[in-house]
């Protein structure tokens, strides 16, 4: 009963910011308030519910769903069951009765006895003659793709029975699970983008996280959706990125001596450390600068790539920066460090909207280095930790932050 009537409220609250609800002002007035740019956005996005359901065939009487005429309230649904689950487990944090089960139901969790209840509200046994008007006259689709639609969309229905990407009805590509966080605030002035990408290189997980410190505070969410990540994720060609990198820096049977950036260009023990290699570019500056130093060998080998975008300010337009683990014999000279984070630089390109910040860059500049280790630099164990890059502002000003978390799994291939 509780889901039931926590998804119709959701379901309802959505229909405020559809194409109904964008001619109504907060006041109920027939006011439009969307921009030409938002109602061009919503409508793609609203082709894509019109595709999807338009798919779905009602056997009992060899039917597909008209998802033109359903579109409105497939999407009120879809929004309904996200606000209902968002608001189940927020009460859920403070229940002291979340354990209790019934019987006969114990081998379920709490979240998916939330899935399995909201289903149930919508069993009901239609005659064929009902089927036909539901196909023909009304705006909502027949009760299975009630269900069926929104559940295949959410990705929590999928971690919850633990679904994997593509598997059954779930539509989750397992290219970008994720959520918003916006209550977390930060103090700058101005819009600033940073992108955190890891590649493991023992197994195909690529995890990247996004933080968006927006200066207009009442339209981040929104801005960073409709803008930065309007363009296609999966066009990210990912794993064979991941798989040079594999090839440049890590050997899981190398036995040879790791050559690694150090104060006495000692090399790394074998089968018990790894070398670390830090990178930093400024392209204000045009200058590179690699660290690196011997570490212990219960690090993970991994890449972490990091950018930063600025408009405005010192650090305006670009930094890059990274580190990576690695075992290979001259995986640690600095020409290898180069070579590799300008490869990123140059295939590795994600598609944010980068004109939303104002944002210009241009390619990093191709530097010849040695082939030998050259820099006399070291860092020390509290150095290697990896801290924000947030750097305090002046000026003290508010802003809402968006932090998405993206993980790109194993079961995700580009071909």
């Known amino acids: 009963m509780v889901v039931g009537i926590g998804m119709i409220i959701g379901h309802e609250i959505t229909h405020g910011f559809d194409d109904t609800g964008c001619e109504f002002d907060k006041d109920g007035n027939r006011i439009p308030w969307w921009s030409d740019q938002t109602i061009e956005k919503f409508n793609d996005h609203k082709q894509c519910f019109i595709e999807q359901y338009s798919n779905f065939t009602l056997s009992q009487i060899h039917m597909n769903i008209n998802g033109n005429q359903t579109q409105g309230e497939d999407i009120a649904d879809n929004g309904g069951i996200k606000a209902a689950f968002y608001a189940y487990q927020n009460w859920a944090k403070t229940n002291v009765n979340m354990d209790k089960k019934l019987p006969g139901l114990t081998k379920y969790s709490p979240e998916q006895l939330f899935f399995i209840n909201f289903a149930q509200t919508w069993c009901i046994k239609m005659t064929d003659s009902y089927a ?14 009630r269900v069926i639609g929104p559940t295949s969309n959410f990705d929590e229905f999928d971690r919850v029975f633990g679904c994997k990407p593509g598997q059954g009805n779930s539509r989750n590509t397992g290219l970008v699970n994720g959520s918003f966080n916006t209550d977390r605030r930060w103090i700058v ?7 955190r990408s890891t590649f493991s290189l023992n197994d195909t997980s690529v995890k990247v996280n996004i933080q968006y410190n927006c200066s207009v505070s009442d339209y981040c969410d929104l801005e960073f959706l409709r803008e930065i990540l309007s363009s296609n994720w999966s066009t990210i060609q990912v794993q064979p990125i991941r798989e040079k990198l594999v090839s440049r820096l890590y050997n899981p049977n190398n036995t040879d001596p790791i050559e690694c950036l150090s104060n006495n260009n000692n090399s790394c023990l074998q089968n018990e450390s790894l070398c670390l290699v830090k990178y930093y570019y400024w392209e204000n500056d045009k200058d590179v600068v690699v660290f690196g130093a011997c570490q212990n060998i219960n690090n ?8 930063l975008y600025e408009p405005y300010g010192i650090g305006k337009s670009l930094t890059e920066s990274g580190l990576y683990y690695c075992n290979t014999p001259t995986c640690g000279y600095n020409t290898s460090a180069i070579e590799t984070f300008q490869m990123l630089s140059s295939e590795y ?4 909207n980068l004109s939303v910040i104002n944002a210009t860059t241009s390619p990093s500049p191709t530097r010849t280095f040695p082939s030998t280790i050259t820099s006399t630099s070291t860092l020390t164990e509290s150095a290697l930790t990896t801290t924000s890059n947030d750097a305090p502002c002046l000026l003290v000003h508010f802003f809402n932050t968006l932090i998405i978390s993206f993980l790109i799994t194993k079961y995700f291939w580009i071909f």
């Open 132 to 145: 036909l008007h539901q196909i023909f006259n009304s705006v909502h689709s027949p009760v299975q793709f």
């Open 189 to 195: 002035t101005e819009n600033r983008l940073f992108i």
């Open 300 to 307: 993970s080998p991994i890449v972490q790539w990091s950018q």
């Open 349 to 352: 390109i994600l598609p944010v």
